[in-house]
């Protein structure tokens, strides 16, 4: 299927649910039209890795096991990679080696314009106002992308104007969901 014009956004979901690993990878266009979906096999560390690796499991699987293979696997090459948690965006940078956010809803009362950046604390975190009505969004991006951050914004709010911005996660949360209940783990 052909694409339109402007940014290709990929979604990046990796999760720890009880001790078992798996993440999803939804490559869409700005309509939010699936473009390519990737997802891992639920990987359950055994008793000796947990021993072996010690602190370090974690973050080797989310990172350098998951996060890595679903980068490397769709075909469809997003512009820019978002994710829900924040400790991931220097990883999918590494791997991914295109922009890579972190991208989470806030209840905020909206902005006055859309396309509006507001510091948040820190350099790197900012409340943006990506279409005319819905609470910012909670924009984190990381220090080497600070100059890229207008025209992250300005993809994103493009986006905005055909598809609501997070709802990918939800159906990336239902497609692994519906995986789980017809495969054994």
């Known amino acids: ?4 014009g402007g940014p290709v956004l990929g979604y990046l979901l990796v999760e720890d649910r009880e001790g078992v690993f798996e993440g999803a990878a939804l490559v869409v266009d700005t309509r939010g039209i699936p473009l390519d979906f990737r997802y891992t096999e639920p990987v359950r560390p055994t008793r000796l890795e947990r021993i072996l690796y010690g602190s370090a499991l974690d973050v080797y699987l989310r990172e350098d096991v998951l996060l890595k293979n679903l980068v490397e696997s769709v075909e469809a090459k997003p ?8 400790d991931l965006i220097r990883a999918a940078r590494r791997h991914a080696k295109v922009a890579a956010v972190c991208l989470e809803s806030t209840s905020a009362s909206p902005l006055d314009q859309v396309g509006i950046l507001e510091p948040q604390g820190d350099r790197t975190t900012f409340l943006l106002q990506a279409d005319p009505i819905s609470a910012p969004f909670r924009l984190a991006v990381t220090e080497d992308q600070l100059s890229q951050t207008q025209k992250i914004s300005a993809d994103l709010v493009a986006a905005a104007e055909e598809m609501e911005l997070g709802e990918p996660f939800s159906r990336m949360g239902k497609a692994l969901e ?8």
């Open 79 to 86: 512009t820019l990679w978002i994710l829900r948690d924040r």
């Open 1 to 4: 299927m052909a694409e339109r």
């Open 178 to 185: 519906s995986i789980r209940e017809h495969e054994p783990l």
